[in-house]
C-alpha cells in the first residue's frame, strides 16, 4: 500500500503563496489518485484538489478554484499544490491521500475514497 508524505505548510500573511508538497513511496504515480484535503478543529475533513492517476484530470473544491493549482512531476513521483492568495480560512491541517486507480481519469473530493493518509502538514493564514 502506498505510503504519502506531505511537506510544505507554514506560516503566511493573507494574499500569500504557499506550495505544498507530497511525495507517494511503495507505487508509482500513474497507479494512485492522490487528493489534498484539509481539516480545521471540530470539523471534517474537507476536500480542496485531486489529480487522477493518469495526470489528465483534476478537480477542486469550489471555494479554493482560481487559486489552487494541483499537478504533478512524473519524474520525481511527486504531487504539489500550489496555493495562491491565501485566505485566513484557508487555515488547516492538510493532508495527502492516494488511492489505487491505475491509469484512469478518476479523481475525488471524498474522504471515503482514500486508503493512505499522509501525518499532515499545518498552514496558517494570519497577519
Known amino acids: 500500500q502506498a505510503q504519502v508524505v506531505e511537506s510544505g505548510g507554514g506560516l503566511v500573511q493573507p494574499g500569500g503563496s504557499l506550495r505544498l508538497s507530497c511525495a507517494p513511496s511503495?507505487?508509482?504515480?500513474?497507479?494512485?489518485?492522490i487528493g489534498w484535503f484539509r481539516q480545521v478543529p471540530g470539523k471534517g475533513r474537507e476536500g480542496v484538489s485531486s489529480?487522477?492517476?493518469?495526470?489528465?484530470?483534476?478537480k477542486y473544491a469550489d471555494s479554493v478554484k482560481g487559486r489552487f493549482t494541483i499537478s504533478r512531476d512524473s519524474a520525481k513521483q511527486a504531487v504539489y499544490l500550489q496555493m495562491s492568495s491565501l485566505r485566513p480560512e484557508d487555515t488547516g491541517v492538510y493532508y495527502c491521500?492516494?488511492?489505487?486507480?491505475?491509469?484512469?481519469?478518476?479523481?475525488?473530493?471524498?474522504?471515503?475514497?482514500?486508503?493512505?493518509w499522509g501525518q499532515g502538514t499545518q498552514v496558517t493564514v494570519s497577519s
Open positions: 491521500a492516494s488511492l489505487r486507480r491505475t491509469y484512469t481519469d478518476y479523481v475525488s473530493l471524498e474522504s471515503t475514497d482514500y486508503t493512505s
Open positions: 489529480i487522477s492517476s493518469n495526470g489528465r484530470s483534476t
Open positions: 511503495g507505487r508509482t504515480l500513474d497507479t494512485l489518485v
